[in-house]
């Protein structure tokens, strides 16, 4: 099939492929990602899950799913974090990302090669809230990893707690270098919170903002992202009920 066509046919699937999906997210840059419904069904590629699409790839607007990337991910590494995830590489920057439980949900970091001081990165975090359902009331805790220009066994650990009572979640992740931690609110409508963030590396603490939403029957799981001014602090999360 000739180039142009394959994207016309592709364009022509956008509309429906959005409409029967129910994904969430967003991304720290769209400059050169973006985050949302899969529409690409070649190679090990499905259409209507979570995915994200690439400039340097004919669009951002085709989007591949995560659940594909992983099969075409040249490297997996500190438990269920993908790296390289792409076959790619080279055209589509690098993707380094992780499955927040057993859901189609998703967050992770992209860089064109993550060399020198990353300023085209990007942080972010899709997923399909269809089953979602929020407890009115209570407590729970959850395991949280977090992605910050991960290197392979540099991912940021930790544990976020929310009070479904009084609509918050709250918690820390750090690793060797960087502390990262969230005091956000809960929308009970839409399962999101939306907050403050607060990542202290070297030097004074930074604050900027997160957000994220719960994913899966009794907010089962969480992603979200958080940003700063200074965008080598951004950093993608995602963790699951203990």
């Known amino acids: 099939m000739p180039y142009k066509t394959v994207v016309i046919a592709l364009s022509a699937i956008l509309t429906t492929t959005s409409a029967l999906a129910n994904i969430v997210g967003t991304q720290s840059d769209d400059a050169n990602i973006e985050v949302g419904t899969s529409n690409v069904p070649f190679g090990p590629h499905t259409m209507g ?91 729970a805790s959850y395991a949280v990893t977090g992605l910050n220009r991960f290197t392979g066994n540099n991912a940021l650990t930790g544990e976020f707690n929310a009070d479904f009572s009084a609509k918050t979640v709250r918690g820390t992740i750090s690793n060797a270098a960087m502390k990262l931690s969230i005091d956000a609110d809960i929308d009970a409508k839409t399962a999101a919170f939306k907050g403050d963030a607060h990542a202290l590396r070297s030097g004074p603490g930074v604050v900027g903002d997160t957000q994220g939403h719960f994913f899966g029957a009794d907010a089962a799981a969480l992603a979200g992202v958080a940003t700063f001014a200074d965008r080598d602090l951004n950093t993608a999360f995602g963790g699951t009920k203990k």
């Open 49 to 139: 899950k979570a995915g994200i699409g690439n400039d340097n790839r004919i669009s951002s607007k085709f989007k591949v799913d995560f659940e594909g990337l992983t099969r075409a991910s040249s490297t997996q590494k500190q438990g269920d974090i993908y790296t390289n995830g792409t076959s790619h590489a080279g055209e589509a920057g690098v993707f380094n990302f992780a499955q927040a439980g057993a859901g189609d949900v998703w967050f992770g970091e992209w860089s064109q090669d993550f060399a020198g001081n990353g300023q085209d990165r990007s942080v972010y975090y899709a997923g399909d809230n269809t089953q979602t359902s929020l407890p009115t009331s209570g407590t």
